[in-house]
């Protein structure tokens, strides 16, 4: 399977992957377990320095493994910057503007309003530097700026408990592939066990990567997608599935996903440490609702009912393929360049009904380097059918 990883300009930990295989993502995460920090702060112990957050003040906190050390310099990802114009109300696309081009505006902008509200508390989920090749002396990464009533539920944790649920499920699955950003964990999983038919919905379509015939291999297979986000970019979901196995293209069921938020009560302030009974409670949650969940996801039931859907669709011949892809992708706010990939994707697909525009997006959303923008992709593919049979 293609991996790719990527590291932070602070080589603090590997932070990226995409189409990983499952044991390569478990060493990330339990690499990034090691350094992570997440400490609740006050705003007075915060400040912005040279465009990276300085913490300043906060207590140290022994622990059975040492003294952690909070104070220190924290280069901020995307995601964090994100947080930071939130909390603080500073437009996002200003405060990206300011980094770019102006840094000590930057600097005085982000100082002076947390300095309007001293008492006011964060949580800032951290990876600390210390002992790392080419970063400073207590140099790390600041991965997000939060709310002090985020809930934390991390990625390993949250992995290990779900698929101890899919194994409490009771049905063959496979892990097909996982995708690891700064914003979202991914992991793919697959039941080739249930499997049906999906002759209309297939009728006409072939591989865009290798001309492979649906007509000769009409078999969609169920499936679902775990994910969650460490850094406040959405909740922890299971998301059903369904996979068809001539070009693997997944459509993503979004309507029917199962989630749990990120939301607790207020903490306080220093290191986040959460006691482990309470860990063991979310976590048991999760694993039963991701029994749950598996077992309808991957019940023949469900997947034919929502192929019996999507062919009611599909079977729409489009007169203007063109004209309507152009507009589906306005409609849903795809940009140029997909848009450009969508309609040569639909042209080697050779399908020329509304399913084809719908398989298209797929195709494209695999062929995307970018982990959540080939989720958001593939999970337009079911509406992009549904704007495609309409428009016609």
Not at 70 to 88: C, H, N, Q, S
């Amino acid at each position: 399977m293609t991996q790719q990883f990527a590291e932070r300009a602070v080589n603090v930990a590997p932070t990226g992957a995409r189409n990983a295989d499952l044991s390569d993502l478990v060493r990330i995460l339990e690499d990034g377990q090691h350094r992570k920090l997440d400490v609740i702060a006050p705003a007075s112990a915060l400040r912005m320095r040279g465009g990276n957050v300085q913490v300043e003040g906060v207590e140290s906190q022994l622990t059975a493994t040492g003294v952690t050390q909070v104070d220190g310099i924290y280069r901020p990802t995307a995601v964090a910057d994100e947080g930071i114009a939130d909390k603080l109300r500073i437009p996002l696309a200003y405060l990206r503007r300011m980094r770019a081009e102006n840094v000590p505006l930057l600097d005085d902008n982000v100082n002076s309003w947390l300095r309007e509200e001293p008492g006011r508390r964060f949580m800032l989920r951290a990876f600390r530097g210390d002992d790392t090749p080419g970063a400073a002396p207590g140099e790390g990464v600041a991965r997000a700026l939060l709310s002090d009533s985020y809930k934390l539920m991390d990625n390993l944790d949250m992995l290990l408990a779900a698929l101890d649920g899919v194994q409490q499920s009771g049905h063959p699955t496979r892990v097909t592939g996982c995708d690891l950003t700064d914003r979202r964990m991914y992991v793919r999983v697959e039941s080739e066990a249930v499997a049906i038919q999906a002759c209309n919905l297939l009728r006409g379509y072939r591989s865009p990567f290798d001309g492979r015939s649906g007509d000769e291999l009409p078999m969609i297979s169920a499936g679902f997608v775990i994910s969650n986000s460490e850094v406040g970019s959405g909740a922890y979901t299971i998301t059903p599935r369904a996979v068809i196995q001539v070009c693997r293209n997944g459509l993503t069921m979004a309507k029917d996903v199962m989630r749990a938020v990120h939301l607790g009560g207020k903490q306080d302030e220093g290191v986040v440490s959460w006691s482990g009974q309470t860990q063991r409670k979310t976590l048991e949650l999760i694993t039963s609702k991701t029994s749950d969940a598996v077992r309808t996801f991957l019940s023949r039931e469900y997947v034919e009912a929502k192929v019996h859907e999507l062919e009611a669709a599909a079977g729409k011949p489009l007169e203007e393929p063109t004209k309507t892809i152009e507009h589906v992708t306005k409609s849903l706010s795809i940009g140029t360049e997909a848009k450009d990939m969508i309609l040569a994707h639909f042209i080697r697909g050779g399908q020329m009904t509304a399913g084809g525009v719908m398989q298209a997006v797929t195709s494209t959303a695999q062929t995307l380097t970018d982990a959540d923008q080939a989720a958001a992709l593939e999970a337009l593919a079911v509406p992009a059918l549904a704007a495609a049979a309409a428009h016609g």
